[in-house]
């Protein structure tokens, strides 16, 4: 696809971004994977355009449409509930739930193993997220709900919507969604002062999270401690339920009370490299069909 000629003292990814109004890095994405060509050259992507410069591009709209998952790597996944309208999967650590960009495609998912699983699935958004209804951090792993129709794609909007707009704790309770995580924690010099502080458990922390991730929105999310699993003298392992969905939400709370998470090198140890020990263990959900459904590992 011959676009235009350069119009020169112009990086061309500035260019090619006013010309499609798609971001800089969409087409940093496919500049390093020579698909565009000036004068029949692959280049960088700081390339300043001269006058009269010949822009080809080699399919765009590959990059914009779901036929960009078929570079996605094939992966298995483990399917712990599979009905008509849905399934459960269990996803491992170090496995996107959607690439954030086309630039990740490459990297193992979710969304690549749905799309080389059932092709075509109803998305929130556009299809780089399709199927997928929340979604788990690359070093969490767990349930995760997927809807594989329109029909369970619209009534879990629904249970999210009412358990967001719930008012108060007891409202957000009563909501027909629940997500349980197991959270492995060690030990700082400020954990005890926080494990004696809970009068009883369950426990609940309601305050400002504030992640570490650019442009989020800081607000008040809400953690419940459930109980106690196992303790030594230098960890604790604990069972959660959020009552909010928050990036970041638990590593952030328990961090901040002196519990940073086993491996989460962002709110903890920054040298720890071992496996985050945190894990959607368990969900409660109604299902279209008005069936209570409970799934834990």
Same mark, same amino acid.
Do not use: C
């Given at each position: ?8 003292n112009e990086?061309? =990814?500035?260019?090619?971004?006013k010309?499609?109004?798609y971001?800089?890095s969409?087409?940093h994405?496919? #500049? ?5 060509k000036?004068?029949? *050259?692959?280049?960088?992507k700081?390339y300043?355009l001269?006058t /009269?410069d ?6 765009i ?10 570079e ?6 483990? #399917?712990?509930l599979? +009905?008509? =309208?849905y ?5 491992? +650590?170090w ?14 998912s979710?969304v @690549?193993?749905?799309? $080389?699983?059932y *092709?075509?699935?109803?998305?929130i !958004?556009?299809?780089?997220r399709? @199927?997928?209804? $929340?979604?788990l =951090? *690359? ?14 794609? %619209? $009534?879990f909007?629904k249970?999210?919507q009412?358990?967001s ?5 007891d &409202?957000?309770e %009563? ?5 349980f995580?197991?959270a492995?924690a060690?030990?700082?010099? &400020?954990?005890k ?11 609940? #922390?309601e &305050? ?5 991730l650019p442009?989020?929105l800081?607000?008040i999310?809400?953690?419940k401690i459930l109980?106690?699993?196992? *303790?030594?003298d230098?960890?604790i ?8 969905g928050?990036t $970041?939400q638990?590593?952030?709370?328990l ?7 086993? !491996? =989460?090198?962002?709110? !903890? ?7 985050? %020990?945190?894990? /959607?263990y ?5 299902d279209?069909?008005n069936?209570l459904i409970?799934? &834990?590992?």
């Open positions: 696809m011959t676009i235009y000629e350069g119009l020169g990086r061309i =990814d500035t260019r090619l971004s010309h499609f109004s971001s800089r969409f087409f994405h496919i #500049i390093e994977r020579w698909w565009i000036v004068n029949n *050259k692959v280049i960088k700081s300043q001269k /009269a010949n822009i080809e591009i080699d399919d709209k590959r990059y914009l449409s779901s036929v960009i998952l078929d996605a790597p094939d992966i298995t996944i483990p #399917i712990i599979e +009905k008509e =309208d399934l459960v999967i269990n996803k491992p +650590k496995v996107l739930s959607h690439p954030k960009t086309v630039r990740d495609v490459h990297e193992p979710v @690549g193993f749905l799309y $080389h699983t *092709k075509k699935l109803p998305t !958004g556009n299809f780089i399709s @199927g997928l209804l $929340h979604r =951090d *690359k070093n969490t792993d767990g349930l995760m709900i997927i809807a594989k129709t329109e029909k369970w794609l %619209q $009534h909007k249970l999210f009412a358990k707009e719930s008012k108060n704790i &409202e957000k %009563q909501t027909e969604l629940k997500k995580y197991r492995t060690y030990f700082t010099p &400020e954990w002062i926080f494990i004696d502080s809970i009068p009883w458990l369950p426990f609940i #922390i &305050e400002l999270v504030i992640a570490k442009h989020t800081n607000k999310w809400i953690t109980e106690i699993v196992k *303790k030594t230098t960890a392992t604990l069972n959660l339920e959020i009552l909010t928050r $970041h638990i590593r952030y709370h961090s901040h009370h002196g519990l940073p998470i086993v !491996g =989460d090198y962002l709110y !903890g140890d920054t040298k720890d490299t071992s496996p985050m %020990q945190l894990t /959607a368990k969900l409660i959900f109604r279209p069909d069936e409970t799934v &834990e590992i």
